[in-house]
């Protein structure tokens, strides 16, 4: 993957009330494909470890490969809809998910370039699963609340028909650059090993360096995490990204200091400083591991919404943001730098519930802790 260390200044079109601009310097930026939109979608999930993997492709083979986003999304939901059917309603069903349902799905289906499978029909430009996401719902609730009959075998077909109406059918064969593929030979062609790639997170409820399911709700698949220290959970970040690996993040966006309108996430020490941090350097909280504990056992950390790091810079005052390629378009009256965020090291360290990177990108001290 081609690495990029600039030194030159630029300003980020952040303006406050308060009249002054942060100046950023970046430091690491690794190659990605362009920041697109996920509509009116809650599959940021895919989205994101799609981007992620593009990246990895980049690094792996050079080549500039756009990955179907939807093709992922196609074949995830029929195992959502049996997990929630299945366990008879007491699950949730929803359209989130996480980093590793992509990998999961990858393993078992492959990879398909978006002009393979768009996921839209002739007539649609953007994605909207309103409808969709509706007609899903009320079909597994249905299945569930049946009571005094049996659950009829076609339930399975009747989900998988919905979804090759509103996204269509999953292809088995496809020409790509001349050459025909299946979605199995196609991922193998990307390079793209499934059982490359883990999930860390940090949480003291669990003990350091064990592998663990953490309960959250959109972890509807049970996919485990390997956990650590919380500053060694950073430092893997840094150490990757300076190794040249991206990262698929998973991270709490509620709060009011995440803003994709300004372009700028940050942890104020004092909460007076919620609207002055958008377009100031203003000091931030210290985060330790407990306080880190007691903010996702109180439900302020929630797992919201999966993005892509793709870098590193810093301001004029020294202080490291992560470059994180967002999925909400590059809309200027929606959104700042072309639709990445600059995100401190204390909004990281206190929100981001878990990254997913390829196990080369991790440090050997760590591998060893953690016994890989």
């Given at each position: 993957?081609?690495?990029?260390?600039?030194?030159?200044?630029?300003?980020?079109?952040?303006?406050?009330?308060?009249?002054?601009?942060?100046?950023?310097q970046e430091v690491i930026n690794l190659e990605s494909l362009p920041v697109i939109s996920?509509?009116?979608?809650?599959?940021?999930?895919?989205?994101?470890?799609?981007?992620?993997?593009?990246?990895?492709?980049?690094?792996?083979?050079?080549?500039?490969?756009?990955?179907?986003?939807?093709?992922?999304?196609?074949?995830t939901y029929p195992k959502k809809a049996e997990n929630f059917v299945m366990r008879q309603g007491k699950a949730q069903f929803s359209e989130g998910g996480l980093s590793h349902d992509v990998i999961n799905s990858a393993a078992v289906y492959g990879l398909v370039p978006i002009s393979t499978y768009t996921g839209?029909?002739?007539?649609?430009?953007?994605?909207?699963?309103?409808?969709?996401?509706?007609?899903?719902?009320?079909?597994?609730?249905?299945?569930?609340?049946?009571?005094?009959?049996?659950?009829?075998?076609?339930w399975k077909t009747a989900i998988s028909k919905v979804l090759d109406t509103y996204l269509g059918e999953i292809p088995t064969e496809?020409?790509?650059?001349?050459?025909?593929?299946?979605?199995?030979?196609?991922?193998?062609?990307?390079?793209?090993?499934?059982?490359?790639y883990l999930t860390l997170t940090s949480f003291t409820h669990q003990p350091l360096y064990s592998n663990f399911i953490l309960n959250i709700p959109d972890n509807f698949s049970n996919g485990s995490m390997y956990n650590l220290p919380l500053d060694e959970f950073i430092a893997s970040i840094d150490y990757a990204l300076?190794?040249?690996?991206?990262?698929?993040?998973?991270?709490?966006?509620?709060?009011?200091?995440?803003?994709?309108?300004?372009?700028?996430?940050?942890?104020?020490?004092?909460?007076?400083?919620?609207?002055?941090?958008?377009?100031?350097?203003?000091?931030?909280?210290?985060?330790?591991?407990?306080?880190?504990?007691?903010?996702?056992?109180?439900?302020?950390?929630?797992?919201?919404?999966?993005?892509?790091?793709?870098?590193?810079?810093?301001?004029?005052?020294?202080?490291?943001?992560?470059?994180?390629?967002?999925?909400?378009?590059?809309?200027?009256?929606?959104?700042?730098?072309?639709?990445?965020?600059y995100m401190s090291v204390p909004y990281m360290s206190l929100k981001a519930i878990s990254v997913l990177l390829h196990k080369d990108g991790i440090d050997k001290t760590t591998k060893k802790n953690l016994g890989l």
């Open positions: 993957m081609k690495k990029l260390y600039l030194g030159f200044l630029f300003t980020i079109g952040i303006l406050s009330s308060f009249g002054q601009n942060y100046e950023f996920q509509d009116k979608t809650g599959t940021c999930w895919s989205f994101s470890t799609s981007s992620f993997l593009e990246s990895e492709i980049i690094r792996l083979t050079g080549k500039k490969i756009d990955l179907s986003e939807m093709y992922q999304v196609r074949t839209l029909s002739e007539d649609e430009k953007k994605h909207n699963h309103a409808e969709l996401v509706a007609v899903l719902e009320a079909m597994v609730k249905t299945y569930v609340d049946n009571p005094g009959k049996q659950l009829s075998p076609k496809f020409t790509f650059e001349g050459k025909k593929y299946s979605p199995k030979s196609f991922m193998e062609m990307t390079k793209i090993k499934p059982s490359d300076e190794k040249g690996y991206t990262l698929a993040l998973d991270c709490d966006v509620s709060e009011i200091t995440f803003s994709a309108k300004y372009g700028i996430a940050f942890i104020p020490e004092n909460k007076e400083d919620e609207k002055t941090g958008l377009g100031e350097i203003i000091i931030e909280k210290k985060i330790t591991p407990s306080y880190r504990q007691q903010e996702f056992e109180n439900y302020n950390t929630t797992d919201d919404h999966l993005m892509h790091i793709v870098g590193k810079v810093k301001d004029q005052k020294g202080n490291s943001y992560y470059k994180i390629k967002n999925s909400w378009g590059t809309d200027e009256s929606r959104v700042k730098n072309g639709g990445f965020v």
